[in-house]
Nanobody, 125 residues
Framework: VQLQASGGGLVQAGGSLRLACAAS????????MGWFRQAPGKERVFVAA????????YAEDSVKGRFTISRDNAKNTVYLQMNKLKPEDTAVYYC???????????????????WGQGTQVTVSS
């Protein structure tokens, strides 16, 4: 599975961005697609994820109500719509894919076995 992330950029606080992650290669319909982020000097952390086939999704508390993960199965693409951005959202954002976990949406880094390159999101105050 190859993952290609895009859509990052510079935005003012309160603004919006939409990240996209296109999957290619051996794509599996029952894989989980997720987003992580890594701020300077900090660990990479979970942001949101969605089960590719059943549409179950989960987001980390600090982004609930502001970020929405969605997918277009016809395009093998997952999106992260980010609204009401804050300076603390500044980070490199990574998309990742994990094996199907049943009813559980995985949030741990090690569960994800395919990663895309990062895309920088910078939110100015």
């Amino acid at each position: 599975v190859q993952l290609q992330a895009s859509g990052g950029g510079l935005v003012q606080a309160g603004g919006s961005l939409r990240l996209a992650c296109a999957a290619s290669g051996r794509t599996y319909s029952r894989r989980v697609m997720g987003w992580f982020r890594q701020a300077p000097g900090k660990e990479r952390v979970f942001v949101a994820a969605e089960d590719w086939s059943a549409g179950r999704k989960y987001a980390e508390d600090s982004v609930k109500g502001r970020f929405t993960i969605s997918r277009d199965n016809a395009k093998n693409t997952v999106y992260l719509q980010m609204n009401k951005l804050k300076p603390e959202d500044t980070a490199v954002y990574y998309c990742a894919s994990a094996p199907y976990q049943g009813l559980t949406i995985p949030t741990t880094l090690g569960t994800y076995d395919y990663w895309g390159q990062g895309t920088q999101v910078t939110v100015s105050s």
